[in-house]
C-alpha cells in the first residue's frame, strides 16, 4: 500500500489541526493504521494505532484526552485529529500501514509497520 499524509502547517499552541492519510490499494479495511512522529533531533516515536475494524484504538501517554484517531474506510483514509496542541507537538508525522492485525503488545512498534507515508511538519509556535 502507498500512503499520502498531508494537514500539516504552522499553528498557535492551544489551536488544532487535523492530519490524513490517504492510502492506495482495495484492501486498505484489512490493515492496522497508525501515526508515528519525529521531533529534529530526537527519535520516531508512536502517537497512535486504530485496527482494521475502527473499533480499537490506542494512543501514547503524550496525547492521550488530546488526539484522537479515525479511519473512514471507504475512503481509504485515516485521520489524526489534535487538539490542544502544544510546542512539544512540533514534529514530523508519518502515517504508517500493516497489512495484518498486531497485538495489542506491538501496536507501538514502528518495526512492525511496512507501509510508510511521506510525512507531514507539524510546528506549534508559543
Known amino acids: 500500500v502507498q500512503l499520502q499524509a498531508s494537514g500539516g502547517g504552522l499553528v498557535q499552541a492551544g489551536s488544532s489541526l487535523t492530519l490524513s492519510c490517504a492510502a492506495s490499494g482495495r484492501t486498505f479495511s484489512m490493515y492496522t493504521m497508525a501515526w508515528f512522529r519525529q521531533a529534529p533531533g530526537k527519535e520516531r516515536e508512536f502517537v497512535a494505532a486504530i485496527r482494521q475494524s475502527a473499533g480499537n484504538t490506542f494512543y501514547a501517554d503524550s496525547v492521550k484526552g488530546r488526539f484522537t484517531i479515525s479511519r473512514d474506510n471507504a475512503k481509504n483514509t485515516v485521520y489524526l485529529q489534535m487538539s490542544s496542541l502544544k510546542p512539544e507537538d512540533t514534529a514530523t508525522y508519518y502515517c504508517?500501514?500493516?497489512?495484518?492485525?498486531?497485538?495489542?503488545?506491538?501496536?507501538?512498534?514502528?518495526?512492525?509497520?511496512?507501509?510508510w507515508g511521506q510525512g507531514t511538519l507539524v510546528t506549534v509556535s508559543s
Open positions: 504508517a500501514a500493516n497489512p495484518n492485525r498486531i497485538a495489542n503488545s506491538g501496536v507501538h512498534l514502528s518495526r512492525l509497520y511496512g507501509s
